[in-house]
């Protein structure tokens, strides 16, 4: 019963399971190049802009970020009510494979179009629905976040524990939204030409 609640409950991130040539390439590779260069280019900065707090980056994030979980949710519907007879067939090959729980056990299931872009759908909205429930976190807990700074720096002694914690925070988040945009403009490559080829 729990495994099958964890396996319903996680299935929005089954695109990164997907088995394909190509897919660690868009799922790790890409967003973490975009991370690194992003936490360099943040290094690098003479001076660095605000993060939190009013008019800071996070702030600014979220306004956008908000906004997606329900284009991504429409975007979903739309692939899986689309009524195209192309989108239910197999994937060229080398086709996709994903597993998938029937009857308690794991099969292998090579990829339709429709199944693809249903899992690239369902992991965005999880994507861009956590992002924000993580920054209004953020934005939330500021206070208490400064209280833990200045504990955190007075019994070190020194400031590089907590910005190794907020630098970590950082990488972390910027990973989450450089794989939201990958997914994105992959998304919007698929739906724009790739459907429509043989």
């Not at 590779?29 to 003479?46: K, Q, R």
């Not at 329900?70 to 739309?78: D, E, I, T």
Request: charged content about 10%; aromatic content about 12%; glycine content about 8%.
């Amino acid at each position: 019963m729990i495994k099958q609640l964890l396996y319903e409950l996680g299935r929005g991130f089954a695109y990164r399971s997907i088995s394909h040539g190509e897919m660690r390439t868009y799922t790790t590779w890409l967003p973490l190049f975009i991370t690194v260069i992003a936490g360099i280019l943040y290094a690098l900065l003479p001076v660095k802009p605000v993060i939190t707090g009013q008019n800071g980056l996070i702030e600014s994030l979220l306004t956008l970020v908000s906004t997606l979980p329900g284009f991504y949710f429409a975007g979903l519907a739309a692939v899986a009510t689309f009524g195209s007879t192309t989108m239910d067939h197999e994937m060229p090959t080398p086709a996709p494979e994903i597993e998938m729980r029937v009857r308690g056990q794991q099969v292998p299931v090579k990829l339709t179009r429709r199944l693809f872009l249903s899992y690239l759908f369902s992991y965005l909205v999880i994507l861009s629905f956590g992002l924000c429930v993580a920054l209004m976190a953020i934005n939330a807990l500021l206070p208490s976040i400064d209280v833990l700074q200045t504990a955190v720096t007075r019994w070190t002694s020194a400031e590089w524990p907590w910005l190794l914690v907020q630098g970590s925070i950082g990488l972390v988040l910027t990973f989450v939204f450089a794989s939201m945009v990958v997914s994105t403009l992959h998304g919007v490559f698929f739906l724009a030409e790739k459907i429509h080829q043989p």
